[in-house]
C-alpha cells in the first residue's frame, strides 16, 4: 500500500500520539461535564441520556463516512492528516462555545456540532497509527494512545479543581448558572485541541503513498454514492473476528455510558444528600467526580504502558477481560461507599478498564483487518462503541423510575452488571483469524 514502513522509536511513537491528547481532554470534559451542564440549565435526571444523543449520532453518521473518505484521499498534505486539521479547528470553536450556552436547548444542539468535530479527527487519526507503524508496533502504538487518553482525560477531570486551587472561586457561576471554573477548563480545551494535532502532524508525518499506490486510489469511483457502497461493501466483507467483537463492545459500551452520565447524580445523592443542581453539595460532587475521574484516569495512563508486556504474552482479550471484571466489581460497590477517600479504591479497576478499553479493542481489530481499508474498517468499529450508546440513551429513560426506582445509584450498580457481560463475551471471540490475517500481513 506504501512505501516500507520504518521502525519508530518510542519518541516518535510518542510525537505521533501527542495528538490524541487534545482529543480526549475534549471528551473528557464532555464526560465529566456534560450532565452537570444539562443540570445547571435545568433539565431533569431521566432525560438526560437523550441530551447525550448527539454524540453517538454524530459518531454513527460521520465516522465510517470520514474513515472511507480518507482511504481514498489524495492530497498534498496527505490522506488522514486535512481531516485532523479540520476536526481540531472545528472542535476548537465548540469547546469555546459550550459553557456560554444561554439555554438548554443550545447545548444540546452544540454538544452535536462538538462530537461531528471530534469525530471527523478521531478514526482517521486511528487509521493513521495503523498506517504509520509496522504490525511488531501495533501494540505499543495503540497502548500508548490510550496512555495520552488517561493524561488527557486525568488533566480534564481534575481542570476545574486545579483551577480552583489555584485561587478561582468555587461558586462563582455564570449568568447560566455554569461554574467559571469548568467555563476556564472548556476555554483550554480549545487551545489543546489544536495545538496538539498541529504538534504530531509536524513531528511525524504521514508516510508518502508509492505511485502505484496512488493511481490505484485515483482510479477509484469517487464521489457520495461510491463511498457509500465501499461502505456498504467492507460491512459485507467484515472479518469474523470484528464480527464477534460486537457484543463484547454492546455490553461496555451501554455500562460505560450509565457510569458517565449517572456519577455526578450518585455521588451528590449518596455523599451530599441532593439532587438539585442549584445547590452547593450538587457543585461539590461535580467537584468529586473530577477528582476520581482523574484518578481512574491517571491509572489508565500509569497501566496503559505498564499493559504492553502483558497483552503480549497472554493476548489482549485475556488483559482486556480481566480489567472490565475488575471494573465491575468497583462500580458495583461505588455506590454503598459514603466515604470519599475511599472511592478512591474502585477506581483503581475502572481505570484498568479505561486504559484497556482505547487500547486492547483496537489491537485485535487492526490484526484481522487489510491495511488499505484501515479508515473504513476503523469508522465502522466506531459504529459498534455509538449503537450501544444509542441504545442506553433511548431504553434508559423508559425503565430509570420502573426498574430503577429513579435512583442514579441503581443506574451505576447496573454499569457494573454490564461490564461483567462484556468480559465474559470477549472471552468468546476468536482470535484465529487475526493470526492468520498477521500472516498474510507479513509475508
Not at 482511504?71 to 485532523?84: E, M, Q
Not at 447560566?176 to 487551545?191: E, K, L, R, S
Not at 469508522?379 to 435512583?407: C, E, H, K, R, S
Request: hydrophobic share 50%; proline share 6%.
Amino acid at each position: 500500500m506504501s512505501l516500507a514502513k520504518p521502525h519508530l522509536s518510542i519518541w516518535q511513537i510518542i510525537n505521533m500520539n501527542v495528538g490524541f491528547f487534545g482529543i480526549q481532554f475534549s471528551f473528557g470534559l464532555q464526560q465529566s461535564n456534560m450532565s452537570p451542564i444539562y443540570k445547571y440549565l435545568g433539565a431533569n435526571e431521566a432525560t438526560l441520556p437523550l441530551l447525550w444523543l448527539g454524540g453517538p449520532m454524530t459518531g454513527l453518521l460521520v465516522q465510517p463516512i470520514i474513515g472511507a473518505m480518507s482511504d481514498r484521499t489524495v492530497s498534498r498534505w496527505g490522506r488522514r492528516t486535512p481531516y485532523f486539521m479540520i476536526g481540531a479547528i472545528l472542535c476548537s470553536l465548540g469547546l469555546l462555545a459550550m459553557p456560554m450556552s444561554p439555554t438548554l436547548w443550545f447545548a444540546a444542539g452544540l454538544l452535536w456540532i462538538l462530537d461531528a468535530a471530534n469525530n471527523v479527527t478521531m478514526e482517521p487519526y486511528r487509521a493513521y497509527v495503523s498506517d504509520r507503524l509496522d504490525r511488531e508496533q501495533h501494540s505499543l502504538g495503540f497502548l500508548t494512545q490510550s496512555a495520552f487518553t488517561g493524561l488527557a482525560q486525568t488533566l480534564a477531570y481534575l481542570m476545574p479543581s486545579i483551577l480552583i486551587g489555584l485561587g478561582m472561586n468555587r461558586d462563582a457561576v455564570g449568568d447560566n448558572h455554569i461554574p467559571q471554573a469548568t467555563m476556564a477548563a472548556f476555554v483550554m480545551g480549545a487551545v489543546f485541541s489544536l495545538v496538539t494535532v498541529w504538534w504530531s502532524v509536524r513531528k511525524v508525518p504521514e508516510l508518502p503513498l508509492s505511485p502505484e499506490t496512488i493511481q490505484e486510489m485515483r482510479a477509484r469511483p469517487t464521489g457520495g454514492l461510491a463511498t457509500l457502497r465501499e461502505i456498504w461493501l467492507a460491512v459485507k466483507e467484515m472479518p469474523s473476528t470484528m464480527r464477534r467483537l460486537w457484543w463484547m463492545k454492546l455490553f461496555q459500551w451501554y455500562g460505560m455510558m450509565c457510569y458517565w452520565i449517572y456519577i455526578v447524580p450518585s455521588l451528590a445523592k449518596t455523599l451530599f444528600h441532593t439532587s438539585d443542581a442549584t445547590t452547593a453539595g450538587f457543585r461539590e460532587a461535580g467537584l468529586l467526580n473530577g477528582q476520581i475521574g482523574g484518578f481512574y484516569n491517571f491509572v489508565a495512563f500509569l497501566s496503559a504502558f505498564a499493559m504492553v508486556p502483558f497483552t503480549r504474552r497472554f493476548g489482549p482479550k485475556v488483559v482486556h477481560a480481566v480489567c472490565l471484571t475488575l471494573a465491575a466489581a468497583g462500580m458495583w460497590v461505588l455506590p454503598d461507599i459514603t466515604n470519599k477517600w475511599l472511592l478512591f479504591v474502585p477506581m483503581v479497576g475502572i481505570g484498568l478498564a479505561w486504559a484497556s478499553i482505547m487500547g486492547n479493542p483496537y489491537i485485535l481489530l487492526a490484526g484481522c483487518i487489510p491495511p488499505e481499508r484501515a479508515g473504513v474498517y476503523m469508522g465502522i468499529f466506531n459504529m459498534f462503541i455509538v449503537i450501544p450508546m444509542l441504545i442506553q440513551m433511548i431504553t434508559l429513560p423508559l425503565y430509570y423510575d420502573a426498574l430503577l426506582g429513579g435512583n442514579p445509584s441503581n443506574v451505576i450498580r447496573l454499569a457494573g452488571v454490564l461490564l461483567l457481560c462484556a468480559a465474559a463475551a470477549v472471552l468468546m471471540v476468536d482470535t484465529k483469524n487475526t493470526n492468520r490475517a498477521t500472516q498474510n500481513n507479513n509475508s
